[in-house]
Structure formats: structure tokens, C-alpha cells
């Protein structure tokens, strides 16, 4: 564990001043809304599946005189007697009382995927005995417009869980809004006072998660406010700080980023989230590694090939020109999800499953990639930016041609990547990760593909064995082998063995809810530590230097050389080298 020093942050300040509400808003949340209104229909889900409510405790209401507000106990747990499964592992991780706070809590991953999280994790009962939530922005807004506001994206997000009767009613009582400039002290005063009105009923405690739902260049800004308002001290309760992706945009920068975070917080206060590792299935990558006694001896180099990681999109911008064009497909996706999907597969056993035994291991493994610098890239790096392509049969326009591309754009939505490991375990064995966007379809993966039988006296199947982990869709495990096909001669073929997550009968939860819910509960076990982000932004560095810094000394782009809705650039077939080939998924 690297924790660093917590400087220990004052007590807080008392606020005198009054909250600034009251004058005109500068932006209409109204416009958002309405924004948010085409993304899709409330999701259904089986109701059989789905919890009852509890009656939460009404709160006496004095909207936009936050200092009036009395707080009562808010959500308490349903009955989830549907799913035995479910219940009893979930029941036994209920958090304590606490404030969640989102910095950011208009923006689109708000919206979409947070505030639906917390509704689900609530109206399951999973909440605990009291929790609230004060949304904060830079809009202005009274509690009342908020609640109208969280209450819209609930109804029009997919992500959200099918409503209960009543559950929205209640769950409005649990939310608050404060709003005012990220690099002031006002707002975080307004913070400390919504902490301050929570104590009673949060029996006498002021727990608080802060969640930083905001463009990355306030993460620093929102943590140093935090800290200048005492708000990261933890004497009167737990404080802990979730930061959203990307965090930096290079190493140096990701170096400064968790200096400054550590000026105010510990290691230990610290939440890099990374959806991937909420995903049910990338858990159960671990649970079948070290659940089971077969796949062990297998998992090295005496047997294993190759593996093949991929996460292929059909979507193509979905709107977020801004952020992609500056980020590009290595900072998006190869830099966090793809490089844990890596160390989970790539791993020594941890001594245990917990927060420091798995980050230790995937730091190891990470530690041992083999550096990648400038002169290497073109040996083991391709990427790729789509041209005009059709997907499904429908014509879909080229990166370049995306409202607020630059017509020149040099950014890659398609990368792949060898990457070398030197310890014992993976000696000469290459993991290929790849990654793209309007790709012919969405699937994430993990192929663990084995070496072939070193003699073949049959004819036919002489194709290597493939253990294939779905992460999405269609969740599962499969194993590929040969089996004699019927008849009178010794002919073998393909089969495939498959598991299908769904046989669990259970639905899978969204993976923000599993996240939020571990950092309520204060299990950093499937957050990214400091280091682990460190070694990952190693690896990439030399690809980025050669591809966005250095590009003369880099391979020069000659985009777009993929159309959409094909596999990606002809170079990534020859990367992963002769007599191997990518899987068609
Ligand atoms: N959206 C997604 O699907 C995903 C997002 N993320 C990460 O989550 C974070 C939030 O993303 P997302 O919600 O899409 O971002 P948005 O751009 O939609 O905005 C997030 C919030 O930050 C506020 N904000 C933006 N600029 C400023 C500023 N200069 N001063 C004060 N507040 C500001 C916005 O306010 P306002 O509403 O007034 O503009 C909004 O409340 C980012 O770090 C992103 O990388 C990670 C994975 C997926
Ligand atoms: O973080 C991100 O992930 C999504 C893909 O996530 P998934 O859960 O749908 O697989 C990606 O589309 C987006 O560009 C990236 O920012």
C-alpha cells in the first residue's frame, strides 16, 4: 500500500455567510432535461425480481433556506425475498448513516448513470438506515428545482430500475442542491452545513462521500476546497473522495493530480473509479481464476498461447466531440478499463480478497510489462480513426465528418497493443489488447487461448483451445475444444461448452451501483490504487509520446484507414503475428 501522509484537515469552519439563492439562473436546467428526454424510456425490469419500499420519514420542507432544514432518517431497507442470492450477500453490506455528495450532479454521467445507481441501491433497501444526497452545481437552482430535475432524469434514463409505487415520492426527500463557483469557499461552506443538518438523524455522525462528477480539471480545484473547509477531516466521520476518469491526461500529469489529492487526503480516503471493475462479470474473471483448482495449473506459459483482450464499440461519438478529440482512444479506454481487464487476467493469486491483496498483485503484474519506449511503438502499437462505413446496413459518416471533429483530426478511435510481461509466469506469452470505436458490434472479452496438442493423430482439430470470458453482452464463460464429430471415421471439430451469466436468474446489477455502494461502505477492493493508475500510465506513455506528442518521430497517421463497421486497420492483423488472428466476435 502506498498511502502517503493524510494531512489531517482543520475542523470546520462555521459559515456565516447565507446561501446565494435567489438570483437568475445562469443556465435553464430546463434545456438539460428536455436534452436528456430523447435518451430512452424508463427501464423495465421484472417486478419479481424487485424490491419493496419502506416508507421513508417525511421531511418538513423550507425550500432554499437550507439552514431551516431538518433531516430526518431518509432511506431504509426494503425486502428483497426474491433472489436469495442477492439478498444475502447484499444484506450484510449495509453502509452507516452518510451524506453522498456529487460535485457535477447536472452533467450527463449524473444523469444517466449516477443518480439512477443510487435510486436503485435505495429502493433496494441497501442504503442503510439514513441517507441523503445534496447534488451540487454550478447552476443555480433551489432544492425544489433540483428535485424536479433528479426526479426527470430518473424517469428518462435507461439505466434506471423499474419504479416502485410511491418509491419516487420518497426518494425526492432525500435530495438537497447547493450550487456556486468549484474554486471559491462558499460552496463548500454550503457543503459543511448540509453535513452539519444530516448529524442528528445520521445519529450524531457526519459521514460524507464526495463524488467529483465533473470535467477532470475541477478534480483538483473541488478536492482543495474540500480540504481548505476541513470537509476531508475524518474526526466526526468517515470522509472519502470518489474521482471519476480520466485521471490525468499522461503521467506527469496524473503524477501532479494524486500529489495535490494527497495534500488534502489520504490513500485511504481515495476512489478512482473505474466502471469496468463494477461489472459483474470482470468479478467473476477473479472468482473462477482463484475459485477453481482446474484453471491454475493451465494459466502460464506452459500452456497459454496468447490472450486476447478486447472491447469493441459499434457506437461511434454519441455527441462527445469535445472530450474525444482531446482524449483519444488511449486515454479513454486503453489506459484504465482495458489495462484492468489486463492485470485481473495477468495476475499472481492475491493472499486474500481484499483491498491491498488484489491491488498489490495487479500492481505487480503492471510493474512487469515490458516498457514500451518511443522506438518500440510501431513494433507493438497500431491505431486506427474510422472513415464513413455503414453499421447494420445503415450508412453511418467517418470521425472526421462528426459534428465538431476537426477535418484533419489526427485523434485514433481504434487502438491495439502488444504488451510483453517479464516474470516467470508469462514469459513469451504476448497479450493482445485492442479496443475501438464503430466496430461491427459491441463485445468486451477476454480470450485465454491455448497453446495447440503437440501431436495431431487425428484429422481435423488441431485449433487451439480458447477459455473466453463474455464480460458484455451475453455474460458468460465459454470453452472451445475438440470433440469427435458423429460417424464412423475419427473426425474431430470445434465445440463450444458454454455458461450463461443468466443462469444465476438473476439480473445483473449496473456497475456504478456495485461501486458506489463499496465506496459507501468503504471497500477500495475494486478501485484503482495510486500506483496501479501510476504503472499504468507507464505502459502507455511511450504510445501516446509517439502518437499525440512526438508525431513526427511517431508513425505518421494515414487516417481514416478503417470503415466503420469493420474489425479495424489492416496493421492490427499483422501485429498479432503469424498463425494467430483476431477473434471475429
Ligand atoms: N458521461 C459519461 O458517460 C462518462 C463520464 N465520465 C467522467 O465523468 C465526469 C463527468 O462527465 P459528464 O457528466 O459527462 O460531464 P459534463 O460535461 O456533462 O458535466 C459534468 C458537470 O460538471 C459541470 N461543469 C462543467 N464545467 C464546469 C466548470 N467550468 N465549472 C463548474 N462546473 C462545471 C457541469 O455543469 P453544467 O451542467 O452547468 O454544464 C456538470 O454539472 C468526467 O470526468 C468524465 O470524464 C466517465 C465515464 C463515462
Ligand atoms: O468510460 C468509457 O466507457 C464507455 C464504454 O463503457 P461500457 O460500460 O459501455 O463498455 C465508452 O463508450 C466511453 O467512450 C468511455 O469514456
Redesign the pocket.
Known amino acids: 500500500m502506498t498511502a502517503k501522509r493524510g494531512k489531517k484537515a482543520a475542523e470546520p469552519e462555521k459559515p456565516s455567510k447565507p446561501a446565494p439563492k435567489g438570483a437568475t439562473p445562469k443556465?435553464p436546467v430546463t434545456k438539460?432535461v428536455s436534452a436528456a428526454a430523447t435518451k430512452g424510456a424508463v427501464k423495465e425490469k421484472a417486478a419479481s425480481q424487485k424490491v419493496g419500499v419502506a416508507q421513508a420519514a417525511p421531511k418538513a420542507k423550507t425550500p432554499s433556506k437550507a439552514a431551516a432544514r431538518p433531516r430526518k432518517s431518509t432511506g431504509k431497507p426494503g425486502a428483497d425475498g426474491q433472489n436469495p442470492f442477492r439478498t444475502t450477500m447484499r444484506r450484510s453490506r449495509a453502509p452507516e448513516p452518510a451524506t453522498m455528495v456529487i460535485?457535477?450532479?447536472?452533467?450527463?454521467?449524473?444523469?444517466?448513470?449516477l443518480l439512477p445507481a443510487i435510486f436503485g441501491l435505495w429502493q433496494d433497501g441497501l442504503l442503510g438506515s439514513a441517507f441523503n444526497i445534496v447534488g451540487v452545481?454550478?447552476?443555480e437552482m433551489t432544492d425544489e428545482q433540483f428535485k424536479d430535475y433528479a426526479i426527470k432524469a430518473l424517469q428518462e434514463s435507461k439505466e434506471t430500475d423499474a419504479i416502485q409505487p410511491g418509491s419516487l415520492e420518497k426518494f425526492r426527500e432525500l435530495l438537497y442542491y447547493e450550487f456556486g463557483?468549484?474554486g471559491g469557499d462558499e460552496v463548500y461552506e454550503l457543503v459543511g452545513k448540509e453535513l452539519d443538518r444530516a448529524e442528528e438523524a445520521h445519529g450524531g455522525r457526519k459521514n460524507a462521500l464526495f463524488y467529483?462528477?465533473?470535467?477532470?480539471?475541477?478534480f483538483e480545484p473541488i478536492s482543495n476546497g474540500l480540504g481548505r473547509l476541513g470537509l476531508s477531516d475524518q474526526s466526526e466521520g468517515w470522509r472519502r473522495l470518489v474521482i471519476?476518469?480520466?485521471f490525468g491526461r499522461d503521467l506527469e500529469s496524473a503524477r501532479e493530480l494524486n500529489a495535490a489529492i494527497h495534500d488534502t487526503w489520504d490513500e485511504s480516503q481515495v476512489y478512482r473509479i473505474d466502471?469496468y471493475l463494477g461489472k459483474e462479470t470482470v468479478q467473476n474473471l477473479m472468482a473462477i481464476r482463484f475459485g477453481n483448482a482446474i484453471f491454475e495449473p493451465l494459466w502460464n506459459r506452459g500452456y497459454v498461447d496468447h490472450v486476447q483482450i478486447t472491447a469493441s464499440e459499434d457506437l461511434g461519438l454519441e455527441g462527445?466531440a469535445g472530450?474525444y478529440e482531446e482524449a483519444g482512444i488511449v486515454r479513454d479506454m486503453l489506459q484504465n478499463h482495458l489495462m484492468q481487464l489486463f492485470a485481473l487476467t495477468a495476475m499472481e493469486a492475491p493472499a486474500a480478497f481484499d483491498a491491498d491483496a488484489i491491488r498489490d498483485e495487479k500492481t505487480k503484474v503492471l510493474r512487469a510489462v515490458k516498457p514500451i519506449p518511443l522506438g518500440r511503438v510501431k513494433e507493438v502499437a497500431v491505431r486506427g480513426q474510422y472513415g464513413a462505413g455503414s453499421m447494420d446496413g445503415v450508412k453511418v459518416p467517418g470521425y472526421r465528418e462528426e459534428p465538431d471533429v476537426k477535418p484533419d483530426s489526427r485523434t485514433a478511435t481504434y487502438v491495439a497493443v502488444k504488451l510483453e510481461i517479464d516474470n516467470w509466469r508469462w514469459q513469451g506469452v504476448p497479450f493482445f489488447l485492442r479496443t475501438g470505436k464503430r466496430l461491427p458490434k459491441k463485445v468486451t472479452e477476454i480470450a485465454v487461448v491455448f497453446k495447440r496438442a503437440p501431436l495431431g493423430i487425428f484429422p481435423g482439430g488441431l485449433e487451439r483451445n480458447v477459455l473466453a470470458f463474455r464480460i458484455q453482452p451475453d455474460e458468460g464463460v465459454s470453452l472451445k475444444f475438440s470433440s469427435k464429430s458423429p460417424g464412423q471415421e475419427m473426425v474431430l471439430r470445434e465445440v463450444v461448452m458454454d455458461f450463461r451469466y443468466d443462469a444465476f436468474g438473476a439480473q445483473l446489477e449496473s456497475p456504478y451501483s456495485r461501486l458506489l455502494l463499496d465506496a459507501l461502505i468503504g471497500d477500495a477492493t475494486l478501485f484503482p490504487r495510486e500506483d496501479e493508475v501510476d504503472h499504468a500510465w507507464q505502459i502507455v506513455s511511450g504510445i501516446l509520446e509517439a502518437w499525440d506528442v512526438r508525431p513526427s518521430k511517431g508513425q505518421t497517421p494515414d487516417f481514416p484507414n478503417y470503415a466503420a463497421g469493420t474489425w479495424g486497420p489492416e496493421e492490427a492483423e499483422t501485429l498479432i503475428g503469424e498463425g494467430r488472428r483476431w477473434r471475429r466476435l
Not at 103 to 113: E, M, N, P, Q
Open positions: 443556465k438539460k460535485f457535477g450532479v447536472t452533467g450527463d454521467l449524473s444523469r444517466r448513470k452545481g454550478r447552476q463557483e468549484f467529483l462528477s465533473t470535467p477532470p480539471s475541477l471519476e476518469k480520466p466502471h462527445r472530450y
